[in-house]
């Protein structure tokens, strides 16, 4: 078989993959001139490493080039096909290198966070005693996904998405390649057409030349030319959507990003991460959850309305449905963002669960106590409580409510925002009252 053949039955991703160091795009952080990596590639001296990215940033291929470049062993696994059996086949083949030729093994395991805590275990004794240099790649944080011990045997490397011109100088190669791309193609393609083709590859590589393959399919013949046009590329995108992953690390990115522009008060920046997660095929009514509990923690008692409306908002989605109850949900997630900020609920909240676990089952005082039975009214149950509504002001001043051990304490401390501005002056009133009441 020709090599012209073989390209035949190779995706063009496969065939454009960098062969070496100097062909990889992006990542700059870690490969540039003087940083650790590249040093460390520089001086022929690799350590154990997990590479951290989202899909398309070239993890795998960035694996295989360090390989060649110590003149190692490359050997392969991935963690959703394989289990512990595999991985002592692979560690017999590190041995067995190593025994005959002197040769280093690279030992490179796809999804990693895909195995367990006994599988990752399996590793160690080996990346322990130089018999593999282990090189990881995840697209989930390692922190959560892989093991303290693994780690700590580990440098780990994060792995950015590739901006719109690295994606760009991908493209431009793979149409202008006459041995591994499409130059005998002699394509003929605008550059605002790149742009978007660019752009919908959403900072994944494969995805950019996965879809300029597709596209080169469909391209028309013009006058003995070869076309891409912009409607054939439209077509070709058409229905792609960002790079989300349910429940991943972009997910919680995500989310972590609309809440914390909620409680930042920028309603601008609300929408766009809401219309992001709603265009990654988020569950809106996850989202609609989640508006409501930014209503109740960082808006609170400043602005009650607020609970009220995210609330009406999830009920109008479930009335609705999508795509017009999206927007109820966008009402929401603006009308939160705008309005006055309080968190004291919801650190009162965490002050009083705190107390209550850490004293135990403290007695409740018996002015305080129900007594529906004349054996609990003899038992004092009740007495001396005073009717607050019997009171003036319907404040009876001076009154303790908390368990006797514990003594009094204060949880909520309104912040001088929005309607706490008033419901802070009140308490003021009221524990001045408190104060005459002693004297």
Same mark, same amino acid.
């Given at each position: 078989?020709?090599?012209?053949?073989? #390209?035949?039955?190779?995706?063009?991703?496969?065939?454009?993959?960098?062969?070496?160091?100097?062909?990889?795009?992006?990542?700059?952080?870690?490969?540039?001139?003087?940083?650790?990596?590249?040093?460390?590639?520089?001086?022929?001296?690799?350590?154990?490493?997990?590479?951290?990215?989202?899909?398309?940033?070239?993890?795998?291929?960035?694996?295989?080039?360090?390989?060649?470049?110590?003149?190692?062993?490359?050997?392969?696994?991935?963690?959703?096909? +394989?289990?512990?059996?595999?991985?002592?086949?692979?560690?017999?083949?590190?041995?067995?290198?190593? %025994?005959?030729?002197?040769?280093?093994?690279?030992?490179?395991?796809?999804?990693?966070?895909?195995?367990?805590?006994?599988?990752?275990?399996?590793?160690?004794?080996?990346?322990?005693?130089?018999?593999?240099?282990?090189?990881?790649?995840?697209?989930?944080?390692?922190?959560?996904?892989?093991? #303290?011990?693994?780690? %700590?045997?580990?440098?780990?490397?994060?792995?950015?998405?590739?901006?719109?011109?690295?994606?760009?100088?991908?493209?431009?190669?793979?149409?202008?390649?006459?041995?591994?791309?499409?130059?005998?193609?002699?394509?003929?393609?605008?550059? %605002?057409?790149?742009?978007?083709?660019?752009?919908?590859?959403?900072?994944?590589?494969?995805?950019?030349?996965?879809?300029?393959?597709?596209?080169?399919?469909?391209?028309?013949?013009?006058?003995?030319?070869?076309?891409?046009?912009?409607?054939?590329?439209?077509?070709?995108?058409?229905?792609?959507?960002?790079?989300?992953?349910?429940?991943?690390?972009?997910?919680?990115?995500?989310?972590?990003?609309?809440?914390?522009?909620?409680?930042?008060?920028?309603?601008?920046?609300?929408?766009?991460?809401?219309?992001?997660?709603?265009?990654?095929? +988020?569950?809106?009514?996850?989202?609609?959850?989640?508006?409501?509990?930014?209503?109740?923690?960082?808006?609170?008692?400043?602005?009650?309305?607020?609970?009220?409306?995210?609330?009406?908002?999830?009920?109008?989605?479930?009335?609705?449905? %999508?795509?017009?109850?999206?927007?109820?949900?966008?009402?929401?997630?603006?009308?939160?963002? +705008?309005?006055?900020?309080?968190?004291?609920?919801?650190?009162?909240?965490?002050?009083?669960?705190?107390?209550?676990?850490?004293?135990?089952?403290?007695?409740?005082?018996?002015?305080?106590? #129900?007594?529906?039975?004349?054996?609990?009214?003899?038992?004092?149950?009740?007495?001396?409580?005073?009717?607050?509504?019997?009171?003036?002001?319907?404040?009876?001043?001076?009154?303790?409510?908390?368990?006797?051990?514990?003594?009094?304490?204060?949880?909520?401390?309104?912040?001088?925002?929005?309607?706490?501005?008033?419901?802070?002056?009140?308490?003021?009133?009221?524990?001045?009252?408190?104060?005459?009441?002693?004297?």
């Amino acid at each position: 078989m020709t090599q012209t053949d073989q #390209n035949t039955f190779r995706p063009l991703a496969d065939r454009m993959r960098p062969i070496a160091l100097d062909e990889i795009v992006g990542q700059s952080h870690i490969l540039g001139e003087d940083k650790p990596l590249r040093k460390a590639l520089e001086a022929h001296s690799i350590h154990s490493m997990v590479f951290w990215g989202p899909p398309g940033t070239g993890k795998t291929t960035l694996a295989r080039i360090i390989a060649q470049h110590v003149n190692a062993q490359f050997l392969s696994i991935s963690a959703v096909l +394989c289990g512990v059996k595999d991985i002592r086949a692979a560690i017999d083949q590190a041995k067995f290198a190593r %025994s005959q030729n002197d040769k280093a093994t690279v030992l490179f395991v796809d999804e990693v966070h895909r195995f367990n805590k006994s599988q990752q275990d399996a590793f160690l004794p080996y990346v322990e005693d130089g018999t593999v240099t282990f090189i990881g790649a995840t697209t989930e944080n390692p922190s959560f996904e892989l093991n #303290n011990a693994l780690l %700590s045997r580990a440098r780990v490397y994060v792995l950015k998405a590739l901006q719109t011109n690295d994606i760009r100088t991908l493209l431009d190669r793979a149409i202008g390649d006459q041995q591994r791309g499409l130059g005998s193609l002699r394509l003929e393609v605008d550059a %605002s057409v790149l742009d978007m083709l660019a752009q919908a590859a959403d900072g994944d590589g494969r995805r950019s030349l996965n879809l300029l393959e597709i596209a080169a399919d469909l391209a028309q013949q013009q006058e003995n030319r070869l076309v891409l046009t912009e409607e054939v590329v439209k077509d070709v995108i058409t229905g792609g959507v960002r790079r989300f992953d349910k429940g991943g690390e972009a997910f919680y990115d995500q989310i972590s990003a609309l809440h914390k522009a909620v409680r930042g008060s920028s309603p601008d920046a609300a929408l766009y991460w809401l219309a992001r997660m709603i265009d990654g095929g +988020c569950d809106l009514d996850y989202l609609a959850r989640r508006i409501v509990r930014m209503a109740s923690e960082d808006i609170g008692n400043a602005d009650p309305r607020a609970l009220q409306l995210a609330i009406s908002a999830w009920d109008t989605y479930d009335r609705l449905g %999508s795509p017009e109850g999206e927007l109820a949900l966008a009402q929401a997630v603006t009308y939160l963002a +705008c309005a006055a900020k309080s968190n004291a609920v919801y650190t009162a909240f965490n002050k009083a669960l705190s107390d209550a676990k850490n004293h135990g089952s403290l007695e409740v005082p018996l002015h305080l106590r #129900n007594a529906p039975t004349k054996l609990m009214k003899e038992l004092d149950y009740g007495k001396n409580y005073r009717y607050a509504h019997d009171e003036p002001e319907a404040y009876a001043a001076g009154e303790h409510y908390f368990p006797d051990e514990l003594g009094e304490r204060t949880y909520y401390e309104p912040v001088p925002r929005g309607l706490e501005l008033k419901i802070a002056e009140k308490l003021a009133h009221l524990r001045d009252l408190d104060k005459k009441q002693a004297k």
